[in-house]
């Protein structure tokens, strides 16, 4: 059936401006004032919200085996979370296990499609290089997988030598791929990892101090020459220390293509939470650093050195032991608790798919450090570009899917937390938290998925999206 969203205001990237939206099946037909329609249709009075693109978040892992677990959220779970926050679309990696690629996404979307509850595409990990890899690389851009992630750090297990991230950068060069780098040193870290255990050291913060910026701020410049030499475009993930910014703004200023994302954790958070007696919440790797890091990034993503905010969303209980309710049935998941004693058994990750957009509206766009415009660009336009998504998804226009969310900017919740966010794990990072602006409505494909509190959506209405290659550098 046709839809009418009238009365409110819609923010794209770069306008704001007051019109009815008209929507035909899973398309925006229509954008005016005062559109007439002759059928049968359903009218949406949003007077007072602002309309948005959904969000789409390309940095998330669901399901994700790591540590004798598994990240809590699945392709269900993380799916509603993420909806419930405004985030219609997410990008989840595919984890190599072979050298024959294609069977390892064929293995991910037996886990991902049928669960699927807003749209997702897929990544690949790069982690073991040889010829057959180079040679199955190509596969991929059929599959509308367009982004190769590879690291510098996880030595023995992820990280692939320079070299190898070299050859998988000109082949990235040649069809298209953008490559994604995890910027660490990985030999640094094992060496401080030996000598913390060694001396007695088991607790949380040992994470962080065994994973110094420095290695990251090095690995940033690394993987800025091996673009700068391969001629392919990189894309910095998870960007957490003003020194990686540094390295990401000079080489933008040579006109390098590179390119880079932070993600919430980052922008709030620092080492000394990691102190905390519950400290293995906010374990995730790399590991949040200090105070004047998340000022060198709000910078960055003020004066454009970063284009994306994502989550690197990869939940864990804090206590997999002690069951909680999620749609009414019990749930245990083992989580932080596997290394209660040795961080190293931690395992690595943290749950924010849905805070973005909720957290990010009220501390950047309320607080006046961002414009709504500029907040649009970070969690939807800017993403959509990067990842050949783009005009389907990140916009409002005629044409693109009809990714909606109205979005409630005088909402105020007094004490937001993990019984508000959706997230199928037993805390929240931001647990407390007073937030102004929240979802009021999500629309996925032109379907209400989420009213309020109320979820509409349902498990396989997620649809793939292939992606284009050779997408854009901005
Ligand atoms: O701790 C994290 N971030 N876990 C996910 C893996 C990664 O490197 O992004
Ligand atoms: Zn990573
Ligand atoms: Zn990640």
Redesign the pocket.
């Known amino acids: 059936m046709v839809k009418v969203i009238r009365g409110g205001t819609i923010i794209t990237s770069s306008e704001t401006y007051s019109a009815d939206l008209l929507i035909e099946g899973e398309k925006i037909v229509q954008i005016g004032k005062n559109l007439s329609v002759s059928e049968n249709f359903e009218q949406f009075d949003v007077t007072g919200k602002l309309i948005l693109p959904g969000g789409v978040d390309v940095h998330t892992?669901f399901d994700l085996p790591m540590f004798d677990t598994v990240s809590s959220d699945d392709h269900y779970t993380g799916h509603k979370a993420a909806a419930f926050g405004g985030t219609t679309t997410v990008i989840d990696f595919v984890p190599q296990n072979s050298d024959q690629l294609i069977r390892d996404v064929d293995d991910w979307h037996a886990k991902a499609d049928h669960k699927a509850a807003i749209d997702f595409g897929f990544h690949m990990n790069i982690t073991a290089f040889n010829q057959n890899v180079a040679d199955t690389i190509p596969q991929l851009i059929p599959e509308g997988i367009t982004t190769l992630k590879v690291f510098t750090a996880y030595n023995n297990r992820l990280r692939l030598l320079d070299g190898d991230i070299f050859r998988t950068m000109r082949i990235a060069k040649e069809y298209g791929f953008l490559t994604m780098l995890?910027a660490e040193n990985g030999d640094v870290i094992d060496i401080l990892v030996e000598e913390a255990l060694a001396a007695g050291h088991f607790e949380p913060v040992y994470h962080a101090l065994t994973r110094p910026a420095w290695g990251a701020v090095e690995a940033v410049a690394r993987g800025v020459s091996l673009s700068a030499q391969s001629g392919a475009p990189l894309y910095i993930?998870?960007m957490n220390a003003a020194g990686e910014a540094d390295q990401l703004q000079y080489a933008r200023e040579l006109g390098l293509p590179v390119m880079g994302e932070t993600c919430p954790q980052y922008l709030f958070f620092n080492i000394d939470h990691l102190r905390r007696p519950d400290g293995a919440k906010w374990i995730?790797?790399p590991p949040m650093r200090t105070e004047e890091d998340n000022e060198g990034l709000w910078l960055a993503l003020k004066n454009g050195t970063i284009q994306v905010i994502a989550t690197?969303h990869?939940p864990f209980f804090y206590d997999g032991k002690m069951p909680i309710q999620y749609e009414g049935q019990p749930i245990t998941i083992p989580g932080k608790e596997l290394g209660k004693d040795n961080f190293t058994k931690i395992p690595?990750?943290l749950p924010c798919v849905g805070d973005r957009l909720p957290v990010l509206w009220t501390e950047s766009v309320s607080k006046g450090r961002i414009t709504p415009n500029q907040f649009v660009a970070l969690m939807s336009t800017n993403p959509a570009k990067i990842f050949g998504l783009y005009p389907q998804k990140g916009s409002i226009l005629p044409g693109s899917d009809a990714d909606i969310v109205i979005w409630d900017p005088k909402m105020k919740i007094p004490n937001y937390g993990v019984n508000w966010s959706h997230h199928r794990t037993d805390y929240n990072l931001f647990e407390g938290w007073v937030l102004q602006g929240y979802t009021d409505k999500v629309f996925l494909r032109g379907k209400l998925i989420v009213d309020g509190q109320h979820w509409l959506g349902n498990s396989g209405q997620g649809k793939y999206i292939k992606r284009t290659p050779f997408a854009t550098v901005m």
């Open positions: 892992h995890h993930v998870h995730c790797s690197d990869c690595n990750g």
